[in-house]
């Protein structure tokens, strides 16, 4: 949450076309308000999204320094005050941030007792003041810094520069940060997706590193002020086309993107992702306990995974993972495996951190290469989803319950994934115009209830998900069987019921003509010819749980077009949720 950019250049940049440029790269981090302030001082910022700030700069507005950021609000509401970047007094030094400062009260007291004046409700205001008073303690940068990591609590991705300074300063506790080393400039960010199009090289911070980075040279710093040497990484990154094309968002794009999407990932079993599929198979075979570790739509593709491994008589856990504490105790003999698209997620970090202390193998599927839940892996399968825009999941959901699939092949499944990609397609082209034709009176129902079972018990929660996010839609995934212990009291007259019912399964038949009897507007989704509103290729129930959701998708899409909602960036949300 929140995007960070800061550039650094000998030969000068534009801050329309190149610093904010690369901050849209990272508006899916959040797009609450977003700022800039340049090396001498030139300090801009707005409410809402990027686009109209980069329109209110002049093409000739160059710097050789600068930092950005894109805000996700936590302290403090929507205004341009919160927004970043904050200041100190006299406008010399300038911080943004990425993370959350807990003791920050306590900062601004101790502050605020010394005359230092706050204009901001955030957290972050406490940085520009704290290093002003460091400075004027008569502390060098390092020294200040050195301070600042053991009198803080909390986690922070910074950029701080002092004006007409000419580099920045960089500091980094759990929130993620990375130097890309592009032709002529460093970048530094939240994410490599920023500087992606510009350079393959980065160097990734660790936790309570810093870094100073001027024209020509960078430095990396310990937490005790000791210069450490760090590996330049040369990550690949798949790369879709990243404009939409002819699309009008990038939901329904990356939505069709799905069967080549899809091949891409199914190519790499045997090539190269052979290797480690079998070290995280031989991983899942040998180990005591499995737990998988996800949030949101992550955790459905991992419940997939968990129906699958138990039916193989694999003892396995799906935990959200901001509840985790009260689920488990790792130890050496508990296989952890997180699954996340962005890598970054830190319900998830924080407790592969715990688990890793306690000795638990740690195995996970990322979209992101180098995230931080890759780096904190023994072994990391990737989804090889492409870069998705949306802040919805889509295609990086279906590419996770592939990569469950061929794990489970690997331990014994039956299943033919070479088929998929093709009845993606299928799916996609049978299905799209019915589903826009039901959204229309779908758009206009207050709550909308989606029943499964077994495997299709999360694609109805993944599916309920998608209908609060991207339409504002009350919506209920639920256990078909749990309805009658309670829900069905809601189930009136034209409520909409969507049914998941694979391969004629008799309880949710059963199931869906007790809410019938209710009057309720049933859809059924199945894949049997004739057995269904909306009809999916033939296929096994591990399967069905990816043509079903691509439905699903399909449909809170249409609806969200027909609502006029801002579908590729809900309101209140983020694509990378790197905050408690
Ligand atoms: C929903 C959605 C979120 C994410 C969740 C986890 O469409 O995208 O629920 O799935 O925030 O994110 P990752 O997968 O990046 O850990």
Not at 221 to 231: A, D, E, L, R
Request: contains cysteine; proline residues 2%; hydrophobic residues 40%.
């Amino acid at each position: 949450m929140c995007g960070i950019i800061g550039i650094v250049s000998k030969d000068g940049f534009s801050v329309k076309n190149t610093l904010l440029k690369s901050l849209k790269r990272l508006e899916y981090r959040g797009y609450d308000s977003s700022g800039y302030v340049t090396g001498d001082g030139e300090l801009s910022k707005r409410t809402g999204e990027i686009d109209p700030l980069i329109a209110s700069i002049n093409e000739s507005t160059t710097t050789k320094v600068a930092i950005s950021h894109s805000r996700w609000a936590t302290h403090g509401g929507v205004t341009k005050t919160n927004a970043h970047p904050h200041f100190n007094t006299d406008k010399t030094i300038f911080a943004v941030h990425n993370g959350i400062l807990e003791n920050f009260q306590e900062l601004k007291t101790t502050l605020t007792k010394k005359g230092y004046k706050f204009i901001s409700e955030t957290d972050t205001e406490v940085i520009p003041h704290y290093f002003d008073d460091q400075l004027k303690q008569g502390n060098d940068m390092h020294q200040a810094i050195k301070n600042f990591m053991s009198d803080v609590r909390g986690t922070f991705a910074i950029l701080l520069i002092k004006k007409d300074d000419n580099q920045i300063y960089a500091i980094k506790r759990d929130s993620p940060l990375v130097l890309g080393l592009a032709e002529n400039k460093f970048i530094l960010a939240s994410d490599i997706y920023a500087f992606s199009d510009e350079t393959n090289k980065a160097i990734f911070f660790e936790d309570n590193e810093y870094a100073l980075i001027s024209e020509d040279k960078y430095e990396f710093f310990n937490v005790n002020g000791k210069p450490i040497t760090k590996k330049i990484m040369e990550f690949e990154w798949t790369r879709e086309d990243e404009t939409m094309e002819h699309y009008p968002h990038y939901m329904i794009k990356e939505i069709k993107e799905q069967p080549s999407s899809s091949l891409r990932l199914i190519n790499s079993f045997e090539t190269i992702q052979n290797n480690k599929l079998n070290k995280l198979a031989d991983l899942m075979k040998n180990t005591k306990r499995i737990v998988f570790l996800a949030c949101g739509t992550s955790y459905h593709a991992s419940l997939i995974g968990s129906i699958l491994l138990s039916d193989l008589g694999i003892y396995t856990r799906s935990i959200i993972a901001s509840e985790a504490d009260s689920f488990v105790k790792y130890d050496e003999k508990t296989l952890c495996i997180a699954i996340s698209q962005s890598g970054e997620t830190m319900d998830v970090v924080s407790q592969l951190k715990k688990a890793k202390k306690a000795g638990a193998k740690i195995a996970s599927l990322v979209n992101v290469p180098f995230s931080t839940i890759q780096r904190l892996s023994d072994v990391s399968i990737e989804i090889l989803a492409g870069q998705e825009v949306c802040v919805a999941a889509t295609k990086t959901f279906t590419n996770q319950v592939i990569v469950m699939l061929e794990l489970a092949k690997r331990l014994g499944y039956k299943i033919d994934l070479k088929q998929i990609p093709k009845k993606i397609q299928q799916t996609i082209a049978i299905n799209e115009d019915k589903v826009k034709e039901m959204s229309i009176k779908l758009s206009k129902k207050r709550d909308i209830f989606v029943l499964g079972k077994g495997m299709s018990y999360p694609m109805a929660r993944e599916i309920a998900l998608k209908l609060k996010e991207i339409d504002y839609i009350h919506a209920e995934g639920m256990m078909a069987g749990e309805l009658k212990h309670g829900t069905i009291a809601l189930i009136d007259k034209d409520v909409p019921v969507i049914s998941l019912i694979p391969n004629g399964n008799e309880e949710m038949i059963s199931a869906t003509q007790e809410v019938k009897a209710r009057g309720a507007w049933i859809i059924k989704i199945s894949n049997v010819e004739g057995k269904g509103d909306l009809i999916v290729p033939k296929c096994d129930e591990a399967e069905f749980a990816i043509y079903s959701g691509i439905v699903g998708h399909l449909m809170s899409y249409h609806i969200g077009v027909i609502l006029k909602r801002e579908i590729d960036k809900p309101r209140n949300l983020a694509k990378s949720v790197t905050v408690k």
